[in-house]
C-alpha cells in the first residue's frame, strides 16, 4: 500500500509528519489520510512527497527492490494510472527504493486516450531528458509554441528543462515507449 510505504520511508528518513505536510505543500492531516490509506492522493502530491523523503516515486508502487541484471515480463510490469493525468504507464525497467540502487534511467510504455491531453498540467522535467517513440496512433508534443506531430514510428528527443505537454488528436488511443534519463519516477 502507498501509504504504508511513504510513513515507513518517511520514518527511516527520520522526518515528521507535520515536517512532510509542509514540504509537500499540504497539511497535517492530509498525510495522515494518506498514511492510513483512507485516501488516494493525485500525482503532483505524490511527487512532492517523494521528492520531500528523497525517494523515487515509482518505488511507492513497487513490490520489491531489484538491483541486478533484471527480466520483467509484460504481465509483470508495475501498471500506473492516475486520475489527474489521461495516461496508463507500465513500468518496463527495475527500479528501487534506494536512490543509490535506482536505474539511471526509466523506460516506460504509455496509452493516451483518443482526443485527450496527457494531463493537465505542462509536464517539466528539471534534471531529466526524455525520448519518445510513438508505436500506434498519433502523438502531439506541445513544447512553447510549437506543435510536433509524431506518427508511428516516429521519435521526438525533449531535452532537461523543457516544458511540454502531450496531447492525442485521433480517435484511437496512442502507443508509445518513452525513456527518462536520469530516472525520475
Not at 512532510?20 to 492531516?29: H, I
Not at 504481465?75 to 539511471?104: G, L, W
Given at each position: 500500500?502507498?501509504?504504508?510505504?511513504?510513513?515507513?520511508?518517511?520514518?527511516?528518513?527520520?522526518?515528521?509528519?507535520?515536517?512532510?505536510?509542509?514540504?509537500?505543500?499540504?497539511?497535517?492531516?492530509?498525510?495522515?489520510?494518506?498514511?492510513?490509506?483512507?485516501?488516494?492522493?493525485?500525482?503532483?502530491?505524490?511527487?512532492?512527497?517523494?521528492?520531500?523523503?528523497?525517494?523515487?516515486?515509482?518505488?511507492?508502487?513497487?513490490?520489491?527492490?531489484?538491483?541486478?541484471?533484471?527480466?520483467?515480463?509484460?504481465?509483470?510490469?508495475?501498471?500506473?494510472?492516475?486520475?489527474?493525468?489521461?495516461?496508463?504507464?507500465?513500468?518496463?525497467?527495475?527500479?528501487?527504493?534506494?536512490?543509490?540502487?535506482?536505474?539511471?534511467?526509466?523506460?516506460?510504455?504509455f496509452k493516451l486516450g483518443a482526443k485527450s491531453w496527457g494531463s493537465t498540467m505542462v509536464q517539466y522535467h528539471e534534471e531529466a531528458a526524455e525520448c519518445t517513440l510513438v508505436l500506434k496512433g498519433t502523438l502531439e508534443y506541445h513544447i512553447g509554441d510549437d506543435v510536433y506531430i509524431l506518427n508511428e514510428g516516429d521519435s521526438i528527443y525533449v531535452p532537461q528543462q523543457t516544458y511540454h505537454q502531450l496531447y492525442n488528436p485521433g480517435d484511437e488511443d496512442v502507443e508509445a515507449v518513452a525513456v527518462i534519463s536520469p530516472a525520475l519516477y
Open positions: 500500500m502507498i501509504g504504508e510505504k511513504i510513513k515507513a520511508a518517511r520514518v527511516e528518513k527520520g522526518i515528521t509528519a507535520k515536517d512532510l505536510a509542509e514540504k509537500a505543500e499540504v497539511t497535517p492531516g492530509y498525510i495522515s489520510q494518506i498514511e492510513r490509506n483512507l485516501i488516494s492522493p493525485s500525482l503532483s502530491v505524490l511527487m512532492r512527497i517523494a521528492e520531500a523523503i528523497e525517494i523515487p516515486l515509482v518505488s511507492l508502487f513497487s513490490q520489491e527492490e531489484q538491483e541486478q541484471v533484471t527480466v520483467i515480463t509484460r504481465d509483470n510490469r508495475t501498471k500506473i494510472q492516475f486520475a489527474d493525468i489521461n495516461m496508463e504507464y507500465q513500468f518496463v525497467t527495475p527500479y528501487s527504493r534506494s536512490k543509490n540502487a535506482c536505474t539511471k534511467m526509466e523506460m516506460l510504455c
